[in-house]
Nanobody, 122 residues
Framework: VQLQASGGGLAQAGDSLRLSCAAS?????????LAWFRQAPGKERDFVAG???????YNADSVKGRFTISRDNAKKTVYLQMNRLKDEDTAVYFC????????????????WGQGTLVTVSS
């Protein structure tokens, strides 16, 4: 599946942003587990949130209560609603897909979007 992420940009601390990741290609999107990862300069790619094909949601501790992942299978799109942004949320955000349940380890994902930059300033 091909993934295209969008929605990044510059935000102030405390603001909200919504990222989108649209899938294309001949795929049964609804059967995929989907996730968002992020990578800050000089750091590893970290799991942010995931959603299974059944709609079960998984969040990293650092974003619990602030970020919400959701999916719209009819639109073949996964979203990441980011509220109460902090400086430390600054990173390139990537969407990713794998079969069945999302996991926190990047190497298990077969498909990746190109990344969208989120910059948070205080």
């Amino acid at each position: 599946v091909q993934l295209q992420a969008s929605g990044g940009g510059l935000a102030q601390a405390g603001d909200s942003l919504r990222l989108s990741c649209a899938a294309s290609g001949r795929t049964s999107f609804s059967s995929y587990g989907l996730a968002w990862f992020r990578q800050a300069p000089g750091k590893e790619r970290d799991f942010v949130a995931g959603i299974s094909s059944y709609g079960s949601v998984y969040n990293a501790d650092s974003v619990k209560g602030r970020f919400t992942i959701s999916r719209d299978n009819a639109k073949k799109t996964v979203y990441l609603q980011m509220n109460r942004l902090k400086d430390e949320d600054t990173a390139v955000y990537f969407c990713a897909a794998k079969t069945l349940t999302p996991v926190t380890t990047p190497r298990y994902y077969s498909d990746w979007g190109q990344g969208t930059l989120v910059t948070v300033s205080s």
